[in-house]
C-alpha cells in the first residue's frame, strides 16, 4: 500500500486580483505558509498558467514547476473543469455557458465548443510537459434538462445523448491516451455524469477507454444521497483524483434533494468546510488507502458560511491529520517466524 499525498489545494477558488492571489509565484507562496504541499492548478485562469505556452513549451513548465518548487510545492494535476462543461452544452444552458468561453467564442455555440476541444487537447500536452498522470475536469451534458422523467422523454432521447457525449469525447481521451495521462472526470450535479450509472453508460459510449477515469469527491454525493463508501468499492480502479470536500444533507418537512430553488444557505444539501459537515472522511482515506491509492488529497474549497481563507488554513491541517502513514509490515507480524513448510504440514497434521 501506498500513503496518500498532500495535503494540497485547488487554486481556483482562491485566485483573484489582489496579492497575494493575483500571480503564481506568490499564490504558492501563500499556500505553502498554510502548510499545504502541493497545488492543483484551473487551466482557465491566465493569472496562474498560460496553458498554450504550457502544451507547447516544455521550458515553460519547468519554470512553473521551479516556482512551485521554490516554496516546497509539487504541481499535482491541471483542471479544466468549466472547459470540459464546453464540450457539451444543451441550447437551453447556452447564454448561462458562454461566461466560460473566451470573450471571441461567445454566441457562437460551435466555436465555443471548437475552443473548449482544443483547450482539453492541450492539457493532454501541458500535462505531459509538467510530469503529470492524472488531469480533472467535467463532461458537459445534452441530457440534464430531462433529469426528471416527467414530461415523459421519448424513446432513446438519454441514449442519442450519451452517444454524442461518447463521440465528443473519445478524440480527447484518444490525445491524453497519446500523451500518457488520464481524464479524471469529477462526477457532479449538472453533468451528464453525474453519479456512478451515468458514469458507466458512458463508459459503454467510449469502449471502456482506459484514459475515462474519475476524481472522487464525496461532497457531491452527499447532496444526491449517493453512497460514497459503496462507490469506492465499486469504482477505486478508475478513481485518479481526490478532491476532499464536505457537504451536509439536512432534510426538512419544507424540502429535500431539490431544495425549492433556495439559495447555498439555505438548501437542505449545502457544501461546507473540512470538519463542518457529514462526510466521513476517516472511512474514506482508509477505504483510498487500503485501495493503494496513488495521488494527492487536494483541498476544493466551497462553503457558503465560512471565509475561504479560513477554511484553507483549517483544511490543510484536516487534511494533514487524516492522511494515513502506511505501515512497513503487519500489526501481527512481531514473532518474525517466516515460512517454514514442514512446521506448517505438522501443524496441520499432514503426513
Not at 439536512?250 to 473540512?274: C, E, I, K, M
Request: aromatic share 12%; with cysteine; charged share 25%.
Amino acid at each position: 500500500m501506498k500513503t496518500i499525498k498532500g495535503p494540497a489545494i485547488f487554486l481556483a477558488q482562491f485566485a483573484g486580483d489582489a496579492a497575494p492571489f493575483n500571480s503564481f509565484d506568490a499564490i504558492c507562496g501563500w499556500a505553502s505558509s498554510l502548510g499545504y504541499k502541493g497545488v492543483q492548478i484551473p487551466t482557465w485562469d491566465s493569472r496562474l498558467i498560460d496553458l498554450n505556452k504550457a502544451s507547447e513549451s516544455k521550458d515553460y513548465c519547468d519554470e512553473l514547476a521551479g516556482t512551485a518548487a521554490k516554496h516546497g510545492l509539487e504541481i499535482t494535476e491541471l483542471a479544466s473543469h468549466i472547459i470540459g462543461q464546453l464540450v457539451a452544452v444543451h441550447p437551453v444552458y447556452d447564454e448561462l455557458m458562454d461566461g466560460f468561453a473566451i470573450p471571441a467564442v461567445r454566441g457562437n455555440p460551435k466555436a465555443r465548443q471548437e475552443w473548449a476541444v482544443d483547450h482539453l487537447k492541450r492539457c493532454a500536452k501541458a500535462s505531459k510537459n509538467l510530469g503529470l498522470k492524472a488531469h480533472p475536469t467535467f463532461s458537459g451534458a445534452l441530457a440534464w434538462p430531462f433529469l426528471y422523467p416527467f414530461p415523459q422523454r421519448p424513446a432513446g432521447l438519454v441514449e442519442e445523448a450519451f452517444a454524442e457525449l461518447g463521440k465528443r469525447w473519445t478524440p480527447i481521451l484518444d490525445v491524453f491516451d497519446e500523451n500518457g495521462v488520464d481524464v479524471a472526470y469529477e462526477i457532479h450535479p449538472g453533468e451528464d455524469l453525474h453519479d456512478g450509472i451515468t458514469y458507466e453508460m458512458f463508459l459503454e459510449e467510449v469502449k471502456n477507454h482506459p484514459r475515462a477515469n474519475l476524481l472522487y469527491d464525496p461532497s457531491h454525493f452527499v447532496l444526491q444521497q449517493l453512497d460514497y463508501l459503496d462507490y469506492i468499492d465499486i469504482y477505486h480502479e478508475r478513481i485518479k483524483a481526490f478532491h476532499v470536500k464536505d457537504a451536509e444533507f439536512n432534510p426538512t418537512g419544507r424540502q429535500g434533494v431539490y431544495s425549492g430553488y433556495q439559495s447555498w444557505v439555505n438548501r437542505a444539501g449545502r457544501f461546507r468546510s473540512l470538519g463542518d459537515g457529514q462526510v466521513d472522511f476517516g472511512a474514506i482515506f482508509s477505504k483510498l488507502t487500503a485501495y493503494d491509492f496513488d495521488s494527492w488529497a487536494v483541498l476544493e474549497w466551497e462553503c457558503a458560511l465560512k471565509h475561504p481563507e479560513d477554511g484553507a488554513r483549517e483544511g490543510a491541517e484536516f487534511i494533514k491529520a487524516h492522511i494515513i502513514r502506511v505501515t512497513e509490515h503487519a500489526f501481527d507480524d512481531f514473532a518474525g517466524s517466516g515460512t517454514d513448510e514442514a512446521a506448517n504440514r505438522r501443524i496441520l497434521g499432514i503426513a
